[in-house]
């Protein structure tokens, strides 16, 4: 054995597993052909030579070959008649079933792979044995591969995170889409798009749309969303009830800007409550609302509600996203601002942490990423990731009023088409139209499921997808259903 010298140039790396261990990385093992000169005869030399596997200049020199490249007439007169020959497995870290492409990473230089790029560097790591005499030994050869099982841990469920981004894949050509646990705040499922294949970065770097960012923690203007957290500190400060009655014209004037509501066409909403408004997202109430409420209260609630900074402080992508500075706020930019437009921006993460704190009976918690470290030793290093203390945001019964606003939303608002399609469960969340100013438009929707008892947090995000009841609220929905019926419920 102490004879024995092994040879390889392959570095093996940690890996990347879902909640239940799952690999996310599509790893798969090609099989190689290695040529040891040396151990042929002249006339095989000559053979492989004439078939361009050696050439004349370095034909003494060890090679390896995808066993793919090499013709099957070559590979049968050779593999096991001749001790020059031999196949062996070679690990390749990325597949094309890898999962959460965005969040994962890649090479040290992005993502989990980044982040945690300390744990998961390894050893270099032999493939081919050789024995005393420089004889390559193949049975052991054959074997040397092996599966990892050291490396990063995560909340993600990859049966989860396979339903989101098969969806994705259908109806969202660029966006993202976060899942998260509506009771442990463990992110479930965490897809950005357009997708990139991590074993051909190089077709991707200079890709059409960015492929290669994660749209997840970036931040976008939010539009109607934001209504949620102008919702919340109303009640909270008791400044409305869902019962109060408001007067929609279809535009309303702010410091000299005039601001239409999606009513403008029709006349404006009428006479309308407070519910009905955020059923309906009416951008006059809202802003009466926010006018009501002020610069300071609004600003506060938003950093309450966990904007402005970062959710994780693990992704070094993640962004923080953007509060304005209260100083920076005039009464002009108060109307765009209680619907969630101009100079304000979030992001899909911060999105679910919304609806994470409403579901949560107003506490707010930090969102978990990651379960478990396991270095290359074996050694556990952090069995979870532990969660701070929760802090409370708004009271109880200002969150029970709120869950009754979302509901309306989808039960006769502009969030029909998040409804479940059979009625098996009920589903609340809001929809957000944000203007860019150049007649596009972000669409998004944040919801939970079932309305009553939440167990399952879904944001969804398309990049200038147009219309949040249109395009968004349906992707909801559709992964809301195969979700709820994953488990046979």
């Given at each position: 054995?102490?004879?024995?010298?092994?040879?390889?140039?392959?570095?093996?790396?940690?890996?990347?597993?879902?909640?239940?261990?799952?690999?996310?990385?599509?790893?798969?093992?090609?099989?190689?052909?290695?040529?040891?000169?040396?151990?042929?005869?002249?006339?095989?030399?000559?053979?492989?030579?004439?078939?361009?596997?050696?050439?004349?200049?370095?034909?003494?020199?060890?090679?390896?070959?995808?066993?793919?490249?090499?013709?099957?007439?070559?590979?049968?007169?050779?593999?096991?008649?001749?001790?020059?020959?031999?196949?062996?497995?070679?690990?390749?870290?990325?597949?094309?079933?890898?999962?959460?492409?965005?969040?994962?990473?890649?090479?040290?230089?992005?993502?989990?792979?980044?982040?945690?790029?300390?744990?998961?560097?390894?050893?270099?790591?032999?493939?081919?044995?050789?024995?005393?005499?420089?004889?390559?030994?193949?049975?052991?050869?054959?074997?040397?591969?092996?599966?990892?099982?050291?490396?990063?841990?995560?909340?993600?469920?990859?049966?989860?995170?396979?339903?989101?981004?098969?969806?994705?894949?259908?109806?969202?050509?660029?966006?993202?889409?976060?899942?998260?646990?509506?009771?442990?705040?463990?992110?479930?499922?965490?897809?950005?798009?357009?997708?990139?294949?991590?074993?051909e970065l190089e077709k991707y770097i200079k890709g059409e749309d960015s492929?290669?960012?994660?749209?997840?923690?970036?931040?976008?203007?939010?539009?109607?969303?934001?209504?949620?957290?102008?919702?919340?500190?109303?009640?909270?400060?008791?400044?409305?009830?869902?019962?109060?009655?408001?007067?929609?014209?279809?535009?309303?004037?702010?410091?000299?800007?005039?601001?239409?509501?999606?009513?403008?066409?029709?006349?404006?909403?009428?006479?309308?409550?407070?519910?009905?408004?955020?059923?309906?997202?009416?951008?006059?109430?809202?802003?009466?609302?926010?006018?009501?409420?002020?610069?300071?209260?609004?600003?506060?609630?938003?950093?309450?509600?966990?904007?402005?900074?970062?959710?994780?402080?693990?992704?070094?992508?993640?962004?923080?996203?953007?509060?304005?500075?209260?100083?920076?706020?005039?009464?002009?930019?108060?109307?765009?601002?209680?619907?969630?437009?101009?100079?304000?921006?979030?992001?899909?993460?911060?999105?679910?942490?919304?609806?994470?704190?409403?579901?949560?009976?107003?506490?707010?918690?930090?969102?978990?990423?990651?379960?478990?470290?396991?270095?290359?030793?074996?050694?556990?290093?952090?069995?979870?990731?532990?969660?701070?203390?929760?802090?409370?945001?708004?009271?109880?019964?200002?969150?029970?009023?709120?869950?009754?606003?979302?509901?309306?939303?989808?039960?006769?608002?502009?969030?029909?088409?998040?409804?479940?399609?059979?009625?098996?469960?009920?589903?609340?969340?809001?929809?957000?139209?944000?203007?860019?100013?150049?007649?596009?438009?972000?669409?998004?929707?944040?919801?939970?499921?079932?309305?009553?008892?939440?167990?399952?947090?879904?944001?969804?995000?398309?990049?200038?997808?147009?219309?949040?009841?249109?395009?968004?609220?349906?992707?909801?929905?559709?992964?809301?259903?195969?979700?709820?019926?994953?488990?046979?419920?």
């Amino acid at each position: 054995m102490a004879q024995w010298r092994g040879v390889s140039g392959e570095v093996t790396r940690g890996g990347i597993f879902d909640r239940n261990g799952e690999s996310l990385l599509g790893s798969y093992e090609e099989k190689y052909v290695y040529i040891s000169p040396k151990w042929l005869k002249d006339t095989e030399i000559e053979f492989l030579q004439k078939n361009n596997v050696l050439t004349k200049t370095n034909s003494d020199e060890p090679k390896s070959i995808k066993l793919s490249d090499i013709n099957l007439e070559i590979t049968k007169k050779f593999i096991g008649k001749t001790p020059g020959i031999f196949i062996y497995s070679k690990k390749m870290r990325y597949g094309s079933s890898a999962l959460a492409t965005h969040l994962v990473g890649y090479n040290g230089k992005a993502g989990i792979e980044k982040a945690f790029n300390q744990i998961l560097e390894g050893d270099k790591k032999a493939n081919i044995f050789f024995d005393g005499l420089g004889q390559p030994i193949p049975g052991i050869s054959k074997d040397a591969s092996g599966e990892e099982k050291w490396g990063v841990y995560l909340t993600i469920d990859s049966k989860i995170q396979s339903i989101v981004e098969r969806i994705m894949d259908q109806s969202v050509k660029k966006g993202a889409v976060v899942v998260m646990d509506a009771d442990s705040g463990e992110i479930l499922a965490m897809a950005s798009r357009p997708n990139y294949k991590q074993y051909e970065l190089e077709k991707y770097i200079k890709g059409e749309d960015s492929p290669l960012i994660n749209r997840a923690v970036q931040a976008y203007i939010p539009g109607s969303i934001f209504k949620i957290v102008v919702l919340s500190a109303a009640l909270e400060e008791k400044i409305a009830t869902l019962d109060d009655e408001f007067f929609c014209t279809g535009s309303i004037e702010v410091g000299g800007n005039v601001i239409r509501c999606s009513s403008y066409e029709k006349g404006g909403h009428g006479r309308i409550t407070l519910k009905e408004a955020f059923a309906h997202s009416c951008n006059s109430v809202f802003i009466e609302l926010g006018i009501k409420l002020g610069k300071e209260r609004i600003l506060e609630y938003a950093e309450k509600f966990g904007l402005g900074k970062t959710v994780l402080d693990i992704l070094p992508e993640e962004k923080p996203g953007y509060i304005p500075p209260y100083k920076n706020v005039y009464y002009a930019d108060l109307g765009n601002l209680s619907i969630g437009q101009g100079n304000l921006q979030i992001t899909p993460l911060q999105a679910a942490q919304i609806m994470f704190i409403i579901a949560n009976d107003g506490l707010r918690k930090p969102p978990l990423l990651v379960k478990k470290v396991v270095d290359k030793d074996g050694v556990v290093k952090q069995l979870e990731f532990k969660e701070k203390e929760a802090e409370r945001i708004i009271s109880s019964d200002t969150v029970r009023k709120v869950r009754e606003a979302l509901e309306a939303v989808v039960d006769y608002g502009s969030g029909l088409f998040a409804a479940p399609s059979e009625d098996v469960f009920k589903a609340a969340g809001k929809t957000g139209t944000a203007e860019l100013g150049d007649g596009t438009n972000h669409a998004w929707f944040v919801g939970y499921f079932p309305a009553d008892n939440p167990r399952y947090i879904i944001a969804v995000f398309i990049e200038k997808g147009q219309s949040g009841p249109l395009k968004a609220a349906p992707v909801f929905r559709k992964i809301a259903e195969e979700i709820y019926f994953l488990n046979g419920k």
